[in-house]
């Protein structure tokens, strides 16, 4: 997740990126999935106010993001989060953080190692 400053406030900004994948595969010989930003979500203090909603020790993965610095997450990071998510009571969240959330466990469920392209990834 990504925090950028503007106009004296701090706005949280989670990415789904794509990464250059260099391993082998069987796909056919052609330029491969271009690098670099999928989609993206303007958090704000959505994010916090779900975590704190749905309870902190249940989400341990996103309760220690830091929203003022740039947080990676892949590979068993991305796993544990889907996990946490889907035991959680999303239905509890009301309008965008219900809609943070989802969109968190969507991307999440896209690109976990047993999921999705392994070149995908979370930043934030």
């Known amino acids: 997740m990504t925090a950028m400053r503007g106009s004296g406030a701090v706005t949280l900004v989670i990415e789904l990126r794509r990464g250059v994948f260099t391993a082998r595969t069987r796909r056919t010989p052609g330029p491969g999935p ?57 239905a509890r969240l009301r ?8 969109t968190l466990l969507t991307w999440g469920l896209r690109c976990r190692p047993s999921g999705g392209g392994p070149e995908d990834r979370l930043l934030g």
């Open 95 to 102: 309008g965008a953080e219900r809609e943070v959330m989802t």
């Open 34 to 90: 271009a690098a670099g930003m999928l989609e993206r979500v303007i958090a704000d203090d959505v994010l916090r106010t779900a975590i704190e909603r749905l309870g902190r020790p249940g989400l341990p993965t996103l309760a220690d993001v830091d929203p003022y610095g740039d947080t990676v997450l892949r590979g068993e990071a991305v796993a544990r989060m889907v996990r946490e998510l889907e035991a959680s009571d999303l």
